[in-house]
């Protein structure tokens, strides 16, 4: 199971799609709009996603983990639009045999994700915005390139 998804995340499907008898593991990550970010005071988060090479990387990264570990199935799922406060935009579950490789495996596959996946977040807050992209896209201040466009809002 990868995907964009505009919708709201359920993390019961991915735990239920990656449950098997023959794991005792299940690991998850949750990542949720929260409040604050560099001392701003977050109202929204926005993003948007190269799906199809998102989904091929979501892929790549669950085969990869797959060889690392020893794992029993790996799902990841983004979601694009708007992201209220406290909602989900990404969430990824492992199961294993074992929990130290499920717990491992998914911490690695955030990571990855984070540094590969062709999916950029807005971030809107008091006073402006800002576009804050993968690792891959960013310049060494962390911002997306569309962050020094015309008309952005910097803080």
């Given amino acids: 199971m990868f995907e964009i998804t505009?919708?709201?995340?359920?993390?019961m499907t991915l735990i239920r799609h990656v449950s098997d008898p023959s794991a005792g593991a299940v690991a998850t990550f949750l990542g949720t709009t929260r409040e604050t970010n560099r001392g701003r005071n977050v109202l929204k988060l926005e993003y948007e996603a190269y799906a199809e090479m998102a989904v091929l990387e979501f892929e790549k990264i669950a085969a990869d983990a797959m060889r690392r570990w020893?794992?029993?199935r790996v799902a990841i799922v983004h979601r694009v639009g708007v992201v209220p406060l406290g909602e989900a935009s990404v969430a990824i579950a492992v199961s294993?045999?074992?929990?130290?490789d499920a717990i491992e495996?998914?911490?690695?596959?955030?990571d990855?994700?984070?540094l590969v996946a062709p999916i950029w977040k807005k971030e809107h807050f008091e006073g402006g915005e800002v576009w804050i992209g993968s690792l891959a896209d960013c310049d060494h201040t962390g911002e997306h390139p569309h962050s020094h466009a015309p008309g952005s809002h910097h803080g």
């Fill in 6 to 11: 505009d919708r709201p995340i359920e993390i």
């Fill in 70 to 72: 020893e794992l029993v």
């Fill in 96 to 100: 294993a045999p074992h929990r130290r």
């Fill in 105 to 110: 495996a998914c911490h690695s596959c955030i």
């Fill in 112 to 114: 990855s994700l984070k």
